[in-house]
């Protein structure tokens, strides 16, 4: 019975990582286009999908409380009851990991956003002031 609920909670942890890392897709490719805006874009996508999957299982799965069933007497709490709370638990404590990991992300994505844009001004003062100032072999000389 411990196996098949193990079993069952890392499906749970999968689907709901696979599923939540098919949803946030689209937006995860548009940050990292918006900041590197380079082909290595898509190889950071394809590592945050992954890193989605992988802290979505092992948040997900509650494997210290999976340890407290294999003692004596452990395997009789493994009713209806105890199979809808793990899988419920489950599913809620790999979206909270999903969630941090992306928090993380998107905030030092504002921040590389921040720097990416203060860089971007700063070349459009510097070809503004450059189209403003008379070029020295068409200027008339003295």
């Given at each position: 019975m411990f196996l098949a609920l193990?079993?069952?909670?890392?499906v749970v942890a999968a689907a709901v990582s696979v599923a939540t890392?098919?949803?946030?897709?689209?937006?995860?490719s548009s940050v990292l286009n918006r900041i590197i805006a380079d082909e290595i874009s898509a190889a950071w996508l394809k590592f945050l999908k992954f890193a989605v999957v992988v802290?979505?299982?092992?948040?997900?799965?509650?494997?210290?409380d999976l340890e407290r069933n294999l003692g004596p007497g452990g395997?009789?709490?493994?009713?209806?009851?105890?199979?809808?709370?793990?899988i419920y638990r489950t599913a809620i404590e790999a979206l909270q990991g999903i969630a941090w990991?992306?928090?993380?992300?998107?905030?030092?994505?504002?921040?590389?956003?921040?720097i990416v844009r203060i860089g971007e001004m700063r070349v459009e003062q510097g070809s503004s002031s450059e189209a403003g100032q008379p070029d020295e072999a068409t200027s008339p000389k003295e």
């Amino acid at each position: 019975m411990f196996l098949a609920l193990l079993f069952a909670t890392v499906v749970v942890a999968a689907a709901v990582s696979v599923a939540t890392a098919w949803l946030f897709s689209k937006p995860l490719s548009s940050v990292l286009n918006r900041i590197i805006a380079d082909e290595i874009s898509a190889a950071w996508l394809k590592f945050l999908k992954f890193a989605v999957v992988v802290v979505g299982v092992s948040f997900g799965v509650p494997v210290h409380d999976l340890e407290r069933n294999l003692g004596p007497g452990g395997a009789a709490g493994f009713g209806f009851d105890h199979w809808v709370l793990e899988i419920y638990r489950t599913a809620i404590e790999a979206l909270q990991g999903i969630a941090w990991m992306l928090l993380v992300f998107f905030v030092f994505a504002l921040i590389a956003y921040v720097i990416v844009r203060i860089g971007e001004m700063r070349v459009e003062q510097g070809s503004s002031s450059e189209a403003g100032q008379p070029d020295e072999a068409t200027s008339p000389k003295e």
